[in-house]
Structures are given as structure tokens and as C-alpha cells.
């Protein structure tokens, strides 16, 4: 099975050894994003909501290089700093996603980098 790796300007630079994205079997695997905005690649930090609003752009960004749409995901994992941002992280992120939205896991991590309250990895379907 090939992988090809998925890059793009409109989401933040890998900082690490990994990628963006990768396209294997007819599945895109997406690293987790967080709320760096990828003209400066800075960190924007802000209120629950705010942070998950730029974090699912930037997985936007990653999912379109990769030629697909939140349409196309089937599986997100949610990893928040303090589990009570749930509800205010699920507002936001039930904006995105059409109906049926993905499964999901939602889980409070002890620390995210760069002082993230959350970060979102995806898993979709290539079209």
C-alpha cells in the first residue's frame, strides 16, 4: 500500500516529524490541529469556542488539500485540556459537520502542546 503526504500552506506547518495529512487505502489520516493560525503560525489563543473554530478551519484546510470535506470524515478523536469545555467545544464543532455527523471520541488530556484547549485529529474517506 502507498502513502502520500498531504501539505498546505492554509493550515500550520508540521513541527515535528510528521505530516499533515496522509493518504493510504483509500482513507486520509489527519494529524490533530490546534489553534495556530498558519499566516504567522502562531498560536491563537482564546476562549474554548474560539480555539475550536480555528482548529477545525485548519482541519478544513488539511481535509481540502487532501481533496475531501468534513462530509467525508468518519472518524474524529477530541482531546481537550479540561473536559468541562465539552459543551461549549460541541457547539462549535456541530456547526461542521453535515449530518450523519462522524463518530467520535471526546477525551481530557492532561496537557495539550503549546497550551491548546483543544486539538482535533480526523480520519476520512477519500472521495
Known amino acids: 500500500m502507498t502513502r502520500q503526504a498531504i501539505s498546505t500552506t492554509s493550515a500550520p506547518a508540521a513541527v515535528g516529524p510528521y505530516s499533515q495529512a496522509?493518504?493510504?487505502?483509500?482513507?486520509i489520516f489527519c494529524a490533530g490541529?490546534?489553534?495556530?493560525?498558519p499566516q504567522t503560525q502562531e498560536?491563537?489563543?482564546g476562549s474554548v469556542?474560539?480555539?475550536?473554530?480555528?482548529?477545525?478551519?485548519?482541519?478544513?484546510?488539511?481535509?481540502?488539500?487532501?481533496?475531501?470535506t468534513f462530509a467525508d470524515v468518519v472518524k474524529t478523536t477530541v482531546f481537550l485540556a479540561d473536559i468541562d469545555d465539552f459543551a461549549a467545544m460541541n457547539g462549535v464543532y456541530a456547526r461542521f459537520f453535515p449530518d450523519p455527523p462522524p463518530a467520535r471520541t471526546t477525551v481530557e488530556v492532561a496537557a495539550l502542546p503549546k497550551g491548546f484547549k483543544v486539538e482535533?485529529?480526523?480520519?476520512?474517506r477519500k472521495p
Open 22 to 27: 496522509i493518504v493510504a487505502g483509500g482513507l
Open 49 to 68: 469556542e474560539e480555539e475550536t473554530e480555528r482548529t477545525l478551519r485548519n482541519l478544513e484546510a488539511v481535509l481540502d488539500a487532501a481533496g475531501a
Open 33 to 37: 490541529q490546534g489553534a495556530i493560525d
Open 43 to 45: 498560536v491563537r489563543q
Open 120 to 124: 482535533i485529529e480526523a480520519i476520512a
